[in-house]
């Protein structure tokens, strides 16, 4: 849609430049998104750690309740 205008109006570098505008940003936008998608993995990776290392520090109390 863009190029189509731009050749309309026959002002080739500008409708180019709203392209290479709009794909700089949807890169940086995709590429910020795999970076906050990574950081989210990260973040529940370290809590599913967190809870792991809850649980059996509990169960050792609890064992040493028992005992």
Do not use: W
Not at 17 to 31: N, T
């Amino acid at each position: 849609m863009t190029i189509k205008r731009a050749y309309k109006n026959g002002s080739v570098p500008g409708g180019f430049r709203k392209l290479s505008c709009f794909f700089v940003y949807s890169e940086f936008a995709s590429k910020l998104h795999n970076m906050t998608h990574k950081y989210f993995e990260e973040v529940q990776r370290c809590t599913d750690k967190n809870t792991i290392h809850r649980k059996i520090a509990q169960n050792k109390q609890e064992k040493r309740k028992i005992c």
